[in-house]
Structure formats: C-alpha cells, structure tokens
C-alpha cells in the first residue's frame, strides 16, 4: 500500500551503531598505510623522496593519459586510475582533512543507506570527480584525493536537507548558503593553492551526491507503494 506522502522523504535510519562502521575504517586504514610511509619518505626518515612522484606514476589520474601524452605504465591504468587516485594524496594534512570528513559524514550516509549503497556512492562519487576533472581540466599534472567521493557525501546531506525542508514547507535558504558556501570555499582554496586544487573533481562528486539523494528517495517510494 502507499505510505503517507511525507515518510517518502524523510531519512529513517536502519541502524545506529556507535562509532564509524568499519568499512570506512578499512577505507582510511588503506590510505594511511599508502601515505605515511610517502610523508616519512618525503622527510628523508625512510627510502627516497621519489617514492611519492613513483605511486604517483602508478595510482594517480593522468589526463596525459587519455590524450596519448604519456604511455601508460601497466595494463588498465587507465581505467583504473579513475577509482586508484582517491587512495592517494598529496601530504598527510591532505589525508587527515578528507580522513576526518569521511568519517563524519560516511557513518550518517551509511545508517540511512546501508553498507552497501554507501559504497557504491563513495565510488561513484571518486569515479564521476575523475571524470569531470579530465573533461573540464587542461592540466598536466597528477589529480589525486578522496576529495571527489567527500563531495559526494555533502551533496547527497544538502539534497536530503534541501527535500526535507521542501516536504515540510521549510526555508531552504539554509541549504543554498551552504552551497554557496561549498563554492566560496573551493573559490578561496583555488587562489591560495595556486590553481592546483581539482574543484571539477569536487563538483563531480557532489552531482553525484546530490542526484543519488533523489534517485534513492525514488526507489523508497517505489518500493513503499509496491507493499
């Protein structure tokens, strides 16, 4: 039978455990055993301060690679760098600010949604940020960072606020300053780090969020009026 109009919209969570589900601990605990030994390597303690450049070659996304400006190094590399370059980042303050917003959000995302979905998301998200980057890019050099599937989880938050406050009658003023405030940010950090931020990454992602939010919320309905 069909539900009440307004439970189609409202985000019912199916379990809250305490603390982080522990996929996205396998998650940060994979690309913390990528990165600390790069950012010891980096400050001369271990190897050699080529290592970085090296995993770089290998795992990074490469728009060279797709326009036949650089040869690739192994079979699928490019295919896979659309997924490989979220494992990696630039330095360690890098990868404990996505670390930390991943967890933030993920654990939310993943009682509403499940484990499941979650992670379909998050790689979506990682693999449509590459995309945009190499469609909307002209740069040569490496795009790496799970930034792409963090934007996928604040998209899919602001349109679940932005549905929820429609459904309710509710300003969403809130949820367009945050968007605005998601585009003064990348704006901002765009000018400090000298053009090398991946903002099409960022944007990818999070249209991804965002049109996931609608597409699972249409699944719900469906789903509820089919019972």
């Keep these: 039978m069909a539900t009440d109009k307004r439970d189609q919209f409202h985000r019912h969570p199916k379990k809250v455990e305490p603390g982080a589900p522990g996929f996205l601990w396998v998650l940060i605990g994979v690309m913390a055993v990528i990165e600390l030994p790069l950012t010891l390597s980096d400050a001369g303690w271990i190897g050699s301060n080529s290592w970085r450049i090296n995993v770089f070659l290998y795992g990074a996304f490469w ?35 996505n670390s930390v917003v991943l967890l933030a959000l993920g654990k939310g995302v993943a009682a509403y949604l499940g484990v499941g979905k979650t992670i379909l998301l998050l790689a979506l998200s990682a693999i449509t ?34 549905r929820q406050r429609r459904q309710l009658n509710q300003s969403v003023r809130p ?53």
């Design 63 to 97: 728009q060279l690679l797709l326009d036949g400006g650089l040869a690739p190094l192994y079979a699928s590399q490019k295919v896979l760098m659309f997924l490989t370059h979220a494992f990696l980042h630039g330095s360690i303050a890098h990868f404990v600010m």
């Design 129 to 162: 940020g590459a995309a945009a980057f190499g469609l909307l890019s002209a740069a040569s050099g490496p795009m790496i960072g799970a930034s792409g599937a963090v934007f996928g989880l604040l998209g899919l938050w602001q349109a679940w606020d932005f």
């Design 175 to 227: 949820v367009l300053s945050g968007i605005m405030g998601l585009l003064l940010v990348n704006l901002v950090l765009f000018v400090v780090l000298s053009g090398t931020l991946a903002w099409e990454a960022h944007l990818g992602g999070w249209i991804v969020g965002w049109t996931a939010a609608w597409t699972f919320a249409s699944q719900r309905k469906t789903r509820s009026q089919s019972l």
